[in-house]
């Protein structure tokens, strides 16, 4: 995928805000309505730009302690796998989760109520399932920066 200049500034402006009018980026980027929408679009089609979403403050929904998991895995069979897998997309308390070099196989990102809510995600969740051999937890103190503040690398 070939990005030029151009493409460069709409994705670092959508990154920052995802739902500009197409009037107001084309007037960031210094493009012309209809070259800004075309554009947009061709970033759409060809997998630059994946989606649109919201990104919730966990105090909404009244998540106060996030933290960060580092999981590792035993080699196990494709049901394993697949049971791991469907407890973590069913789990409204695991915000991302990322394959990862180095020691440890996973990294998750998490968003609990309190510090039971945490245990009983460790505990009663995680190390219950075949595949995971061990968790190492971190808790976040405070948030520097998120992907909106830079843009993703353009």
């Given amino acids: 995928m070939q990005l030029g200049a151009a493409d ?16 107001e980026l084309a007037r960031r980027v210094r493009m012309s309505e209809s070259a800004c929408l075309r554009r947009v679009r061709a970033l759409e089609d060809s997998g630059a730009i994946v989606g649109y979403r919201a990104t919730i403050n966990p105090l909404a929904y009244g998540k106060v302690l996030s933290a960060y998991m580092l999981v590792n895995l035993d080699q196990r069979g494709a049901a394993d796998a697949k049971a791991f ?10 915000i991302h989760c990322a394959a990862v070099t180095g020691e440890y196989d996973l ?31 971190c808790l976040s103190l405070r948030t520097y920066k998120t992907a909106g503040d830079v843009g993703p690398g353009v």
């Fill in 8 to 23: 460069h500034r709409i994705l670092r402006e959508l990154s920052r805000d995802g739902r500009l009018s197409n009037v």
């Fill in 85 to 94: 897998l469907d407890v973590l997309r069913a789990d409204d308390r695991i």
């Fill in 107 to 137: 990294i998750l990102e998490v968003a609990v109520k309190d510090v039971a809510d945490l245990t009983d995600l460790t505990l009663d969740t995680l190390l219950k399932l075949p595949t995971v051999r061990d968790v190492v937890t």
